[in-house]
Nanobody, 114 residues
Framework: VQLQAFGGGLVQAGGSLRLSCVAS????????MSWYRQAPGKERELVAR???????DYIESVKGRFTISRDSAKTTVHLQMNSLKPEDTAVYYC?????????WGQGTQVTVSS
């Protein structure tokens, strides 16, 4: 099974983007679906997570601006990003945490211009 992430692009500050990550097949045992990001020269950080039970978690800097959601079949996860800021510029990666393995998408570039 592979994950395909898309939806990134170049947007002005204050704009919006919607990222999506789609699995090529069903993954059993998913306990969380997440979006991470990595900016140049920085470590990869967890941006948002939705658990199998529907619990949500966001880093402080995106609260109120980003919304993570998934489909009931747990094959697709989205990240709606509003009020984007230049500091949101990064490569965004999706992750499906399952037992016994994690599945990572290839990353999609988000660039926010000031």
């Amino acid at each position: 099974v592979q994950l395909q992430a898309f939806g990134g692009g170049l947007v002005q500050a204050g704009g919006s983007l919607r990222l999506s990550c789609v699995a090529s097949g069903r993954i059993l045992g998913i306990w969380a679906m997440s979006w991470y990001r990595q900016a140049p020269g920085k470590e990869r950080e967890l941006v948002a997570r939705i658990t199998a039970g529907g619990s949500l978690d966001y880093i402080e800097s995106v609260k109120g601006r980003f919304t993570i959601s998934r489909d009931s079949a747990k094959t697709t996860v989205h990240l709606q990003m509003n009020s984007l800021k230049p500091e949101d510029t990064a490569v965004y990666y999706c992750d499906f945490a399952a037992k016994p393995s994690n599945y990572w998408g290839q990353g999609t570039q988000v660039t926010v211009s000031s």
